[in-house]
């Protein structure tokens, strides 16, 4: 059984479009969250979503909205592609307290042309 | 200063010797600290955390942590070449929802 997985694994597409990425956990977690791993494999927070709400945003683009349709889920819509946006997002979740690990996902490596 | 710094490496070291990664951290408010392991196009899978002071133990590997120098280091004892990776040191954000600030990893090479 897959702890945390993202759909889909890989995405070509132009610079321009509108694309989604999805998020489940069947763990039972209360908070998921994005990270983007960028060109130089640098790992960084986006959001984060604890019990359907939004409780971080990283000064990302107002063309990345997250939507948390429920707790085990947490998607990711990103308007209007730009070339930087190039990258591999990861999706992770957690209980929301200090000590709790977080587990990620597969990982969605994302290409703009 | 950026938040969580890490040598980016690479380390090489020969099978079978002591792989040291160290780690320094910028906010003294930081309470939970995680070392992650990444293999070349795979996410990031947990190896150890730890938040008390000290020396936390878990097969080949041990984490220290002295929250007075705002440093953690990992040692990986027999180094194997499986163990070839980039480890990642993450901190988590006090008052931030618990997201992880994440070094930018150091690579390290296990030599046969």
């Known amino acids: 059984d897959t702890a945390v997985s993202q759909t889909p694994k890989y995405l070509v597409t132009q610079m321009g479009n509108d694309k989604s990425i999805k998020c489940e956990q069947n763990?039972?977690?209360?908070?998921m969250y994005w990270y983007k791993q960028d060109s130089k494999k640098f790992l960084k927070i986006m959001f984060s979503?604890?019990?359907?709400?939004?409780?971080i945003n990283e000064t990302v683009p107002n063309r990345f909205s997250p939507k948390s349709p429920d707790k085990a889920h947490l998607n990711l819509h990103i308007n209007s592609l730009e070339l930087g946006d190039s990258a591999v997002y990861f999706c992770?979740?957690?209980?929301?307290?200090?000590?709790?690990?977080?587990?990620f996902g597969p990982g969605t490596r994302l290409l703009v042309l | 200063q950026k938040e969580v710094e890490q040598n980016s490496g690479p380390l090489s070291v020969p099978e079978g010797a002591i792989a040291s990664l160290n780690c320094t951290y910028s906010?003294?408010?930081?309470?939970?600290f995680f070392w992650y392991r990444q293999y070349s196009g795979k996410s990031p899978e947990l190896i150890m955390f730890?938040?008390?002071?000290g020396d936390k133990e878990d097969g080949r590997f041990t984490a220290q942590l002295n929250k007075a120098s705002q440093y953690v280091s990992l040692l990986i004892r027999d180094s194997q070449p499986s163990d070839s990776a980039t480890y990642l040191c993450?901190?988590?954000?006090?008052?931030?929802?618990?997201?992880?600030?994440f070094g930018k990893g150091t690579s390290l090479l296990v030599t046969p």
């Open positions: 992770a979740s957690s209980h929301h307290e200090e000590l709790e690990t977080q587990y």
């Open positions: 763990l039972g977690h209360d908070t």
């Open positions: 979503y604890n019990n359907k709400e939004l409780i």
């Open positions: 906010d003294r408010g930081s309470q939970s």
């Open positions: 730890i938040y008390s002071n």
């Open positions: 993450a901190v988590k954000k006090p008052n931030s929802g618990y997201a992880l600030n």
